[in-house]
C-alpha cells in the first residue's frame, strides 16, 4: 500500500509579511484558483458550465481587488517618511 504524506498548512507561513504583501499573495492565489477552474471547463466539456464559470470570473475580480489594496499600499509601506 502507498503512503500518502500530507503537509500541514496554516497561516503562519505568510504571518511574517505584511498586510500589502498578504494582499498581493491572495491574489495570486485567487487568480491561480480562477485559471484552474477555467483549464478544467476546457478540458472536460461537462464542467464547462455557467456556474464555474461565474465562480472563475468572481476568483479573478475578487484577484484584482485583491492587488488593487496591496500594490498602492505596498508603495506606501516602502516610502520613506518626508523629513522635517
Known amino acids: 500500500m502507498t503512503q500518502m504524506h500530507m503537509k ?3 497561516n ?3 504571518a ?3 498586510e500589502p504583501a ?3 499573495l491572495y491574489a495570486e492565489a485567487y487568480l491561480q484558483a480562477s ?3 477555467c483549464l478544467r471547463m476546457q ?3 461537462s464542467d464547462n458550465t455557467w456556474p464555474n ?3 472563475a470570473m468572481m476568483l479573478a475580480a475578487h484577484s484584482v481587488e485583491l492587488f488593487l489594496k496591496g500594490e498602492p499600499l505596498a508603495k506606501l509601506f516602502s516610502e520613506k517618511p518626508p523629513k522635517i
Open 43 to 45: 478540458e472536460d466539456n
Open 35 to 37: 485559471r484552474l477552474v
Open 8 to 10: 500541514m498548512i496554516g
Open 12 to 14: 503562519w507561513e505568510i
Open 22 to 24: 498578504s494582499f498581493i
Open 53 to 55: 464559470a461565474a465562480v
Open 16 to 18: 511574517h509579511f505584511d
